[in-house]
């Protein structure tokens, strides 16, 4: 059985920062794509970075691009998300997500439907 477990939200401050970290089990966590997308309070769920299975490809949201970084380390069969100046937009619910699916843009690795397993979602709250 596949567990994702987020962990590392919780309230900053603008400008400030945080690292959001999802250890995934019950898979060969090395053949399998990776991405974090989030809610805020009232919308839909929305695509925010993906990592290949190798870690050698990586996608972003224009809204996060240069802010945020994704990244994995296969040993320890866990992504990670490094957000940085963040603003009171980046509130929401963080979820992250295994896919098989080998996407080659950002536009694939967006699609939720291309995701097979989903972790339950850490909160992350900016105060401004």
């Known amino acids: 059985q596949v567990q994702l477990v987020e962990s590392g939200g919780g309230l900053v401050q603008a400008g400030g920062s945080l690292r959001l970290s999802c250890a995934a089990s019950?898979?060969?966590?090395?053949?399998?794509?990776m991405g974090w997308f989030r809610q805020a309070p009232g919308k839909e769920r929305l695509f925010v970075a993906a990592i290949s299975w190798s870690g050698g490809s990586t996608y972003y949201a224009d809204s996060v691009k240069g802010r945020f970084t994704i990244s994995r380390d296969n040993a320890k069969n866990t992504v990670y998300l490094q957000m940085n100046s963040l603003n009171s937009e980046d509130t929401a619910v963080y979820y992250c997500?295994?896919?098989?699916?080998?996407?080659?843009?950002?536009?694939?690795?967006?699609?939720?439907?291309?995701?097979?397993?989903w972790g339950q979602g850490t909160q992350v709250t900016v105060s401004s």
């Open positions: 019950g898979r060969t966590f090395s053949r399998y794509a």
């Open positions: 997500a295994m896919s098989l699916y080998w996407y080659s843009s950002t536009a694939q690795a967006a699609l939720e439907r291309v995701y097979d397993y």
